[in-house]
Each structure stands twice: as structure tokens, then as C-alpha cells.
């Protein structure tokens, strides 16, 4: 990989990309909303080892879900049969749903100052279909004019930080120099290790990089 120097002195020279992570960098998190939310139906013990909340484990419900072994009606079918009697699929819906914070037009701003610029901008997202399609409701027409790639861990069956998913968007992106924007440390490095990458943790570390 190039040091930092050699990589923004040749940058004008080649293709210019950056991939965002979506949750954690573009759209914020509320962590705590959710987990209360969850809780009006579900034991503390069911949200981290049998649904996943806050667990990193590969065999959770959350985990499938993203990977995309379960579709949506069977994840929901899962959570029910460990809530409390007479919880709906619409209330676990929008439970899971709270994660999400919105996504500050400052975001959107910087998306749209790079494309001015001549980069090409690309979405790499473990996400689930519940909560990609509750993102589709609040901002379609940003994602489908902003980015020239998404690339969905539910859709592919892959997720960060895995090589294959690396190396996936890394062939489809193509040749020339990328920037991955993550708040995750293990994927920031399985990108600089998989696909060569340069990465920062955070939109405004990027906006310092290319000053």
C-alpha cells in the first residue's frame, strides 16, 4: 500500500473511488432507543444470544438475517417465538428499526461535493432486508442518484470483515485508487489487507484526507 503522501501526490492521476460503511458513518446509530425498545418484549438474555443485538457471534438471528440465510418472514418467525405472548411482527419491525438515527445532510453534502469532483462513490452495508427496505423509505432518491454501487452483505450472502466480500466490491469498483470510510477497525483493516485500500474512521477524517 502507498504511504499516505505518495497515495493523494498520484491521486489526480487515476480513477478516484470511495466506499462508505453505512451504518456507524452515514447513518447514525441509537443503540439505546433500540435495546429499549426491545426490551418491552424480550429478555436481556434473547437480545444478545438468541437475536443478536450487540453480539458478534456468527449463529445469532441478526447474523443470518444480514448474511441473508434467513428471509424476512422467517427471521421474524424466530424473534415471535421467544416475545412475550401477543407482540406483532409491526412491533418487532419497529423495534429493530429504532437502530436508526438519520442520516445528517452534511453527509449527503460531502457525497455530493465528491461526485462534483470527479470520484465515484459506492455503499458496502451489512445490513438486513428490514432494515435496507426501512432505508429505501426515508432516502431512495439519495441512494440512487449518489452512488454508482451498493453492495449489501444480505443481497451477496457476504459480510465484513470477510476477504470475499472485499475482494468482491474491490473487482467490481475496478482499477484505480479507493478510499473506505468505516468506524469499524477489523474491517478497515481487512480492506487495506483484502483489496488494498486506503480507509479512514469517519466522513470528517476523510474531509481532512483530501484537504
Same mark, same amino acid.
Given at each position: 500500500?502507498?504511504?499516505?503522501?505518495?497515495?493523494? #501526490? +498520484?491521486?489526480? &492521476?487515476?480513477?478516484?473511488?470511495?466506499?462508505?460503511?453505512?451504518?456507524?458513518? /452515514?447513518?447514525?446509530?441509537?443503540?439505546?432507543?433500540?435495546?429499549?425498545?426491545?426490551?418491552?418484549?424480550?429478555? &436481556?438474555?434473547?437480545?444478545?444470544?438468541?437475536?443478536?443485538? =450487540?453480539? %458478534?457471534?456468527?449463529? @445469532? /438471528?441478526?447474523?443470518?438475517?444480514? @448474511?441473508?440465510?434467513?428471509?424476512?418472514?422467517?427471521?421474524?418467525?424466530?424473534? /415471535?417465538?421467544?416475545?412475550?405472548? =401477543? +407482540?406483532?411482527?409491526?412491533? $418487532? *419491525? %419497529?423495534?429493530?428499526?429504532?437502530?436508526?438515527?438519520? *442520516?445528517?445532510?452534511?453527509? !449527503?453534502?460531502?457525497?455530493?461535493?465528491?461526485?462534483?469532483?470527479?470520484?465515484?462513490?459506492?455503499?458496502?452495508?451489512?445490513?438486513?432486508?428490514?432494515? !435496507?427496505?426501512?432505508?429505501?423509505?426515508?432516502?431512495?432518491?439519495?441512494?440512487?442518484?449518489?452512488?454508482?454501487?451498493?453492495?449489501?452483505?444480505?443481497?451477496?450472502?457476504?459480510?465484513?470483515?470477510?476477504?470475499?466480500?472485499?475482494?468482491?466490491?474491490?473487482?467490481?469498483?475496478?482499477? =484505480? #485508487?479507493?478510499?473506505? $470510510?468505516?468506524?469499524?477497525?477489523?474491517?478497515?483493516?481487512?480492506?487495506?489487507?483484502?483489496?488494498?485500500? #486506503?480507509?479512514?474512521?469517519?466522513?470528517?477524517?476523510?474531509?481532512? /484526507?483530501?484537504?
Amino acid at each position: 500500500m502507498l504511504p499516505i503522501g505518495s497515495y493523494l #501526490q +498520484t491521486w489526480d &492521476d487515476v480513477m478516484r473511488s470511495v466506499v462508505f460503511d453505512f451504518g456507524g458513518v /452515514l447513518m447514525k446509530h441509537d443503540r439505546e432507543g433500540c435495546l429499549n425498545d426491545l426490551q418491552q418484549f424480550l429478555s &436481556d438474555e434473547d437480545i444478545t444470544h438468541v437475536l443478536g443485538f =450487540g453480539n %458478534d457471534k456468527e449463529d @445469532t /438471528l441478526r447474523a443470518r438475517f444480514e @448474511t441473508g440465510a434467513y428471509d424476512t418472514r422467517y427471521f421474524l418467525k424466530q424473534v /415471535l417465538a421467544h416475545c412475550k405472548s =401477543g +407482540t406483532t411482527e409491526q412491533q $418487532v *419491525i %419497529d423495534a429493530w428499526n429504532t437502530i436508526h438515527a438519520g *442520516i445528517p445532510d452534511e453527509a !449527503w453534502e460531502t457525497i455530493r461535493q465528491l461526485r462534483a469532483k470527479g470520484y465515484r462513490t459506492y455503499l458496502m452495508s451489512n445490513t438486513d432486508a428490514i432494515h !435496507w427496505q426501512h432505508t429505501l423509505s426515508l432516502y431512495r432518491q439519495q441512494i440512487e442518484t449518489l452512488f454508482d454501487g451498493v453492495f449489501l452483505s444480505f443481497e451477496l450472502g457476504l459480510t465484513k470483515p470477510a476477504e470475499k466480500f472485499f475482494r468482491h466490491v474491490a473487482n467490481a469498483i475496478g482499477d =484505480g #485508487q479507493t478510499i473506505f $470510510v468505516d468506524d469499524m477497525e477489523a474491517n478497515r483493516l481487512a480492506a487495506q489487507q483484502f483489496a488494498d485500500w #486506503q480507509t479512514c474512521a469517519s466522513i470528517e477524517e476523510l474531509k481532512n /484526507l483530501l484537504k
